[in-house]
């Protein structure tokens, strides 16, 4: 079991950047694979970033590729999203998951850890 704790989020101008952590704890954090999802008000939560269990392979959403970048640090134990330009739609609870498969990680019915969210607010 893995319990995840997400910090980084903030108020923040659109066109600004934001870096947001997700601590896990125990020591088996090396054999999930991370994603990180968001949720904006009366949306349903969607997949924003994923990173396999190596760091081997990554999967952006269309709306944040290029913008958002996902990584890990196995050492430490924690998954990180730097968020540059953003925009008043990136607006939303951002919540980091755990999965221990290593493939449909888009998918947020695969992740079986849930931190329990950072609020993200871009004002325009």
């Known amino acids: 079991q893995v319990q995840l704790v997400e910090s980084g989020g903030g108020l923040v101008q659109a066109g600004g950047s934001l870096r947001l952590s997700c601590a896990a704890s125990?020591?088996?954090?090396?054999?999930?694979?991370m994603g990180w999802f968001r949720q904006a008000p009366g949306k349903e939560r969607e997949f924003v970033a994923a990173?396999?269990?190596?760091?081997?392979?990554?999967y952006y959403a269309e709306s944040v590729r290029g913008r958002f970048t996902i990584s890990r640090d196995n050492a430490k134990n924690t998954v990180y999203l730097q968020m540059n330009s953003l925009k008043p739609e990136d607006t939303g609870v951002y919540y980091c998951?755990?999965?221990?498969?290593?493939?449909?990680?888009?998918?947020?019915?695969?992740?079986?850890?849930w931190g329990q969210g950072t609020q993200v607010t871009v004002s325009s």
């Open positions: 990173i396999n269990r190596s760091g081997s392979r990554i």
């Open positions: 998951a755990a999965s221990n498969k290593d493939y449909s990680l888009n998918n947020r019915n695969e992740y079986s850890y």
């Open positions: 125990g020591r088996t954090f090396a054999s999930y694979a």
